[in-house]
């Protein structure tokens, strides 16, 4: 199983609210990120957690908070986001063996949030 | 410091035509690439990859690339695409850096296939 879900596939929400996206996966991997991609760019990387930890924070603004409760989930809280953070939120997840580049990534198919 | 430079932001080509989807990379370590695809309203697949070995990659759909350390590059090619190929196309350079992976994507090509 090289799968990685994603939920909800779409999100609308203002500016008040406070939301979550979730990731999951069951392939053993212990590394998992989180992307941003704005239309017609490509992903950005925003965190990435490793064995539970998190390991890298991209100077992301503190309305994203990233939270792993165990080695198989990931989750994004989401509080008073503002309409450019509008964008596809992609979960990839890889082995992680001590940060190899050779390493592959698999993603999610991401959820699509609108802010209003 | 590592990048990926893709010219092409969109390549048209009609149905059963080669395809040729440009890629040069900037790296000062090992060079690691990747190519993913990403269909309308979907996630990225891993499309192929080259990490050492032999020059030229394989897919399991019909894509190839080689990599070039003389020109820098890891272009993506298919001697006859179909409609279902029609997606985005990132082209990408992993690295390690402060012990964990990252991947640079570059700014992607859209490959439209025409009946």
């Known amino acids: 199983d090289t799968e990685v879900t994603q939920t909800p596939k779409h999100l609308v929400m203002g500016m008040t609210n406070k939301k979550s996206l979730k990731c999951e996966q069951h392939m053993g991997h212990r590394a998992m990120y989180w992307y941003k991609q704005k239309a017609k760019k490509p992903p950005e990387l925003m965190f990435v957690y490793s064995y539970e930890k998190l390991s890298i924070n991209e100077s992301v603004p503190s309305r994203f908070s990233p939270e792993c409760p165990n080695s198989s989930l990931l989750n994004l809280h989401l509080h008073a986001l503002q309409p450019e953070d509008s964008a596809l939120y992609l979960c990839?997840?890889?082995?992680?063996?001590?940060?190899?580049?050779?390493?592959?990534?698999?993603f999610g198919p991401g959820t699509r949030l609108l802010v209003l | 410091a590592q990048s990926v430079t893709q010219l092409d932001s969109q390549v048209p080509v009609f149905e059963e035509a080669p395809v040729e989807l440009r890629c040069n990379y900037s790296s000062s370590v090992s060079v690691y690439l990747f190519w993913y695809v990403q269909y309308p309203n979907q996630g990225l697949q891993l499309l192929l990859k080259?990490?050492?070995?032999?020059?030229l990659v394989e897919s399991i759909n019909g894509f190839e690339a080689e990599f070039n350390k003389s020109q820098t590059s890891f272009h993506l090619r298919k001697p006859s695409v179909h409609i279902s190929d029609t997606a985005e196309y990132f082209c990408?350079?992993?690295?390690?850096?402060?012990?964990?992976?990252?991947?640079?994507f570059g700014t992607g090509t859209k490959l439209q296939v025409i009946p």
């Open positions: 080259y990490l050492s070995g032999s020059t």
């Open positions: 990408a350079v992993s690295g390690n850096s402060g012990g964990y992976q990252k991947v640079t």
């Open positions: 990839a997840s890889s082995q992680d063996r001590f940060g190899l580049a050779t390493e592959t990534q698999y």
